[in-house]
């Protein structure tokens, strides 16, 4: 079975600008989970979607936003980027919400410069 | 302010040493507690404990958790090169997300 995926695996971004990062769930998960990861804060909940709805959001302002599609896929987008959005950035899918054995992609590394 | 909190921050053992890595949590509606072994890249699943004094264990690896103190513990026994990577522990609280600890870093020398 094929695991999660991520598009693109680096990205190199301005401040200002917008990006799109996508990910492909475990065939059959519905839960896609996303997090930052830097080396000071570690790995921060971004947000949860399930069954296309937002289930779950951590503590980011709103120029981070998501969603999900009917396969489950899910995008997640960083409005009027700043440097401090340089991160890994990765979905984790599981089974449902709730459940959470969570099995996470390879991630997308963001630098904004 | 729900918090996981691992120790050490890093640690350095020689090839065959048993190490112990920690994770205590202070998190409402807790419901289980996880750990994951990250090298380069995604962290990959380990461990899931939902009760409280039952060993989970796979191959050299095991886990304990501890409901009332409030902790777990990562055991690697007879420790190899391939296990240097950084081991992160989070706690799924009731309704939200996952909540991660800052990370052990583990190097082991041949």
């Known amino acids: 079975k094929a695991g999660v995926t991520q598009t693109p695996r680096y990205l190199i971004k301005t401040r200002g600008q917008q990006v799109t990062l996508s990910c492909s769930p475990i065939?059959?998960?519905?839960?896609v989970s996303w997090y930052q990861q830097t080396p000071g804060q570690g790995l921060q909940f971004l947000f949860e979607?399930?069954?296309?709805?937002?289930?779950n959001k951590g503590n980011f302002p709103g120029r981070f936003s998501g969603r999900q599609f009917s396969n489950s896929r899910s995008e997640m987008n960083v409005s009027t980027l700043e440097l401090g959005d340089s991160a890994l950035y990765l979905c984790?899918?599981?089974?449902?919400?709730?459940?959470?054995?969570?099995?996470f992609g390879p991630g997308t590394r963001l630098t904004v410069t | 302010e729900d918090k996981v909190v691992q120790s050490p921050l890093s640690l350095v053992v020689h090839e065959g040493d048993t190490v112990t890595l920690n994770c205590s949590y202070e998190?409402?509606?807790?419901?289980?507690l996880l750990w994951y072994k990250q090298e380069k890249k995604a962290p990959t699943f380990l461990f899931m404990l939902?009760?409280?004094?039952i060993e989970k264990k796979s191959g050299r690896l095991s886990s304990i958790l501890d409901k009332k103190e409030l902790f777990s513990i990562l055991n690697i026994t007879a420790t190899q090169t391939g296990d240097s990577a950084i081991y992160l522990c989070?706690?799924?609280?009731?309704?939200?997300?996952?909540?991660f600890g800052k990370g052990t870093t583990l190097s082991v020398s041949s």
């Open positions: 998190v409402t509606n807790f419901r289980s």
């Open positions: 984790a899918s599981s089974l449902a919400s709730g459940r959470y054995e969570q099995y």
């Open positions: 065939s059959g998960h519905r839960s």
């Open positions: 989070a706690a799924h609280q009731a309704g939200t997300a996952l909540i």
């Open positions: 939902t009760s409280s004094g």
């Open positions: 979607y399930f069954s296309e709805t937002q289930r």
